[in-house]
């Protein structure tokens, strides 16, 4: 915060105004985080309850997407507050924290991008279906996403390892950019973004298109399937507000100075919390099967904490 003649009066209103605006703001993203987290939690819970569930690969793919935004929300209200807070934190401390926001970041365009293949298949190869994908494959292929994630990172940290040690014993304000200072891991971290949703989106265009082929020469209504791309596209959409928050917070920096602390807050809740909030609408709430058994279980739940 910016703390200005603290010494007088008017720096001592200033500071406790400021104070007070940032303690608001927290206690917004915090209640945010733990709402969003609990129903995310009583999704996953419901997940693990019902073997139906268990062995479908489109709900444990859901499970998985769901699980990595509890991931990635937990940490980045974590790095918000402490940004808040402290300032600067050391840099292990933020490179134990950061690494993962990082990849699980980079785990949720993936995900969607398998969800959306999951769906053409189903759509297009209903025969072959159940051979292609099983539930050990869709085990793997969430492996193969973190694999991706971490390598996609991993390269950042021994640039940083290698060329800076002295770095490593400084603080620093927990951000992507103040820790992987590199051109180089700038010029790679650019480049595989770029690269991630290039794939990303042609294999959401193609599925669209094939599912929407089919449907036209089976003579058959796949409208859902193709809402169901439709909002993956969105939701990817959303993951990319991430990647540009960096340059939107420059420009605002440079347009507004003195309205940083507000700007800080809004950008944080647009991309990292709304985004969150919309995967457990539009894949939990949404699913006609993973509803019923979620109102079933809080239907349970409910006449359970009545008896107790």
Request: glycine share 2%; with cysteine; net charge positive.
């Amino acid at each position: 915060l910016d703390i200005v003649g603290v010494g007088n009066g008017t720096g001592s209103a200033h500071y406790m105004f400021s104070f007070f605006q940032a303690l608001d703001k927290n206690l917004i993203v915090v209640i945010l985080g733990i709402s969003i987290n609990s129903v995310n939690a009583t999704m996953v819970h419901t997940f693990r309850k019902h073997y139906i569930l268990r062995s479908n690969p489109r709900y444990i793919l859901f499970a998985h997407l769901v699980l990595n935004d509890m991931i990635q929300l937990t940490i980045s209200i974590s790095l918000f507050i402490l940004s808040f807070a402290l300032g600067s934190i050391p840099v292990f401390i933020c490179l134990f924290l950061i690494l993962p926001a990082i990849i699980s970041t980079m785990n949720t365009p993936l995900n969607l991008a398998v969800m959306a293949t999951e769906c053409f298949m189903s759509i297009c190869f209903p025969l072959r279906y159940n051979y292609i994908c099983t539930v050990k494959r869709t085990y793997i292929t969430i492996g193969l996403i973190w694999a991706v994630s971490s390598l996609s990172v991993l390269p950042d940290v021994f640039i940083l390892v290698a060329t800076e040690q002295h770095f490593l014993l400084s603080r620093v304000l927990c951000e992507r950019d103040t820790m992987f200072r590199s051109s180089l891991s700038k010029e790679k971290r650019n480049a595989s973004h770029i690269l991630f949703f290039v794939l990303v989106w042609l294999t959401l265009f193609c599925a669209y298109f094939k599912v929407l082929f089919a449907a036209k020469a089976a003579n058959t209504d796949a409208t859902k399937a193709r809402n169901t791309i439709l909002l993956h596209a969105f939701q990817v959409l959303l993951c990319m507000t991430t990647y540009v928050h960096p340059f939107l917070l420059q420009l605002f920096r440079f347009l507004f100075p003195e309205q940083m602390i507000s700007i800080y807050f809004a950008m944080f809740v647009i991309t990292q919390i709304f985004p969150r909030f919309l995967s457990t609408v539009i894949y939990g709430l949404r699913d006609k099967t993973f509803r019923k058994y979620l109102s079933r279980y809080c239907i349970c739940d409910t006449v359970q904490s009545k008896k107790i």
